[in-house]
């Protein structure tokens, strides 16, 4: 069956086509990238509004592009949260509409459970079950995966997130917006010259708190000239302290639940440094490391169109309201 997955949770929207046995058909992406580094961050009403313009087109073209017929659609998918509110409404408002008027039912899917699956869109997909870490703009979690809907929380953000950590740093650096990409590719010219703590590694727990490390970095950035050199060694610097402290505490997950199966997900997993660090790790630890392709890193309308049809495949159901939470912690899924 054809599936029609929406996402809208933030500053991208996305579309996509998934068969449940053919795969993915199409999918299309809308960032709005330009629009909010004006701002130097995303303006929720602005992503809103823009949402509202594209969506509607983006369907069109996405059906147009994997030659599918409206009629041949059999459920639609939606993000439901956490996400901004007013974006998350604007995909869960179009999904209902069209859902009722096809005759078709609609899924809510959480944000980041479409996330910690979309390395199920690649040719050669992790089995179950698995440990996940799910690195995101707002989250930053460890999650045991045994199926879906089957999740275990084993550590999570206490503050800022790992995403949100390289977005205030670019900042401190006068980056600009989007800041994690511009902070990498600074870091690139940085030398081995700081030495930056790994927040939460010398005690036991998966927990996460990047706040301290934000801090730590502002410092040193008010001690030194404020050179070109300066800011991209303090850019090399965070990094490798951001990516040395995912790898140690994802070393831990797997020890402490007796898994060899890693999954990297989330917006910041497309970080090259990130990568390195956790593939070096795996390949000590002889795991089984999973990344999803660079299109499906950051948000897109491919993950939650696979996430919905498994749900819908298994069964799931749900009444005629539009579902929208903002907040939405991801043990609370229904398991399938």
């Given amino acids: 069956m054809y ?3 929406i996402e809208t949770s933030c500053d991208e929207t996305g579309v996509a086509v998934y068969h449940s046995e053919r795969g993915l058909i199409a999918h299309s992406l809308y960032s709005q990238v330009l629009m909010h580094s004006e701002y130097g961050g995303v303006v929720p009403e ?4 823009d949402h509202i313009r594209k969506l509607v087109p983006l369907i ?13 659609i059999a459920g639609i998918a939606y993000t ?8 998350l409404l604007v995909g869960a408002a179009t999904a209902r509409s069209l859902a009722w008027t096809w005759r078709v039912p609609a899924i809510a899917v959480h944000h980041m459970e479409g996330h910690l699956l979309a390395p199920m869109l690649e040719p050669n997909p992790p089995r179950y079950p698995f440990v996940a870490l799910l690195i995101s703009g707002g989250h930053t979690m460890l999650v045991q995966v045994e199926n879906i809907g089957r999740y275990t929380l084993l550590g999570e953000s206490l503050d800022d997130a790992a995403g949100e950590a390289f977005d205030k740093t670019a900042k401190m650096l006068e980056l600009g917006y989007p800041g994690g990409p511009k902070l990498a590719e600074l870091a690139k010219r940085g030398k081995e010259r ?3 703590p790994r927040p939460m590694t010398d005690r036991p727990g998966l927990d996460f708190s990047f ?26 610097a965070f990094q490798k302290a951001t990516a040395e402290t995912l790898t140690i505490k994802c070393k831990r997950a797997i020890r402490q639940t007796g898994l ?10 497309a970080n090259q440094a990130i990568r390195a660090h956790l593939q070096e790790m795996a390949r000590q630890q002889k795991v089984q490391l999973y990344f999803p392709r660079l299109d499906f890193c950051t948000d897109n309308g491919a993950m939650i169109a696979y996430a919905g049809c498994q749900r819908l495949l298994a069964g799931q159901q749900e009444d005629l309201q539009i579902f929208a939470r903002p907040r939405w912690p991801i043990e609370e899924l229904l398991s399938v």
């Fill in 194 to 196: 700081f030495d930056f």
């Fill in 260 to 269: 060899k199966t890693l999954v990297i997900a989330g917006g910041v997993s």
């Fill in 211 to 236: 706040s301290g490390l934000k801090t730590f970095t502002l410092n040193t950035l008010n001690n030194t000239d404020k050179t070109d050199q300066d800011k991209a060694d303090i850019a090399y």
């Fill in 60 to 72: 069109k073209q996405c059906l147009s592009d994997g030659q599918v017929k409206t009629t041949d």
């Fill in 80 to 87: 439901a949260g956490p996400g901004l509110m007013g974006a």
């Fill in 46 to 49: 602005l992503a809103s509004r």
């Fill in 3 to 5: 599936i029609l997955g």
